[in-house]
T-cell receptor
Framework: GNSVTQMEGPVTLSEEAFLTINCTYT??????LFWYVQYPGEGLQLLLK?????DKGSNKGFEATYRKETTSFHLEKGSVQVSDSAVYFC???????????FGSGTRLQVQP | DAGITQSPRYKITETGRQVTLMCHQT?????MFWYRQDLGHGLRLIYY???????DKGEVPDGYVVSRSKTENFPLTLESATRSQTSVYFC?????????????FGPGTRLTVL
């Protein structure tokens, strides 16, 4: 079945540091890939997505590239801010059920 | 306001009681989903629905019942609540025709079973 593996957290960075959160997946077919963000006490918000190999999703300074050869979708940001502190979830779509399979989430803490 | 809403936002109940969590969306999305979020597990799919009157089980359906008589509503019922069902529950919806299957999430319901 489908699965998503994310790096364990928490990840603690200083403001303006470079961020990478690793995500690898196992899936049949050609899933779409997503990063969702969850701020404290809130629901999940779509951060970015990619629908096919070599696509790059980007939003709010975050980027991730769909790498089919390495089955990865790593999240990066060049300079994090305190306001980026949240839990980040990598997910892939199930083309049959349309449901998402999520990784366990990575908590990011950015210190001023 | 347009969007996806859940009610109640917080609920405390006792073991053995029946509880219903409500989900309402205003986009007329075909697909709706229920997930539970537990520490260390991310989100896991409980049930999903492709359209009104069409529902199917996800990964962790035991102890839950759903219905979908109208496109906009997708209630989740715990028939006899257990402590292991203490969790945060998220409802989501997505368009039926979109190729990317982007899902939009409600704010969640935090359920505590004593």
């Amino acid at each position: 079945g489908n699965s998503v593996t994310q790096m364990e957290g928490p990840v603690t960075l200083s403001e303006e540091a470079f961020l990478t959160i690793n995500c690898t997946y196992t899936a049949t077919g050609y899933p779409s890939l997503f990063w969702y963000v969850q701020y404290p006490g809130e629901g999940l918000q779509l951060l970015l997505k990619a629908t096919k190999a070599d696509d790059k999703g980007s939003n709010k300074g975050f980027e991730a590239t769909y790498r089919k050869e390495t089955t990865s979708f790593h999240l990066e940001k060049g300079s994090v801010q305190v306001s980026d502190s949240a839990v980040y979830f990598c997910a892939l779509s199930d083309t049959g059920r349309r449901a998402l399979t999520f990784g366990s989430g990575t908590r990011l803490q950015v210190q001023p | 306001d347009a969007g996806i809403t859940q009610s109640p936002r917080y609920k405390i109940t006792e073991t053995g009681r029946q509880v219903t969590l409500m989900c309402h969306q205003t986009w007329s999305h075909s697909y709706m989903f229920w997930y539970r979020q537990d520490l260390g597990h991310g989100l896991r799919l409980i049930y999903y629905s492709a359209a009104a009157d069409i529902t199917d089980k996800g990964e962790v359906p035991d102890g839950y019942v759903v219905s979908r008589s109208k496109t906009e509503n997708f209630p989740l019922t715990l028939e006899s609540a257990t402590r292991s069902q203490t969790s945060v529950y998220f409802c989501a919806s997505s368009e039926g025709t979109s190729g990317t299957y982007t899902q939009y999430f409600g704010p969640g319901t935090r359920l505590t079973v004593l």
